[in-house]
């Protein structure tokens, strides 16, 4: 299962789902991060390229999780 949240800027993304992956237990994956580090490239599709980073990892760990 994957669950994704999706919203505004500051509105709680990742707050709600690290203490969903708590409660679950999951781990809880963000673009934050990846966003930050593909920064240099000063292209549109930095957001594009980070969210498909993050649900390539997401598959691993579910892969990983059978």
Partial sequence: MLIVFAGSPGSGKSTLARALGRVLPA???????????????????V????????????ELLRRLGE
């Avoid at 957001?47 to 997401?58: F, G, K, L, W, Y």
């Fill in 47 to 58: 957001r594009t390229i980070a969210r498909r980073i993050a649900v390539e990892d997401a």
């Fill in 27 to 45: 781990p809880a994956l963000s673009v934050d991060p990846v966003e930050v580090a593909l920064e240099h490239l000063r292209t549109a599709r």
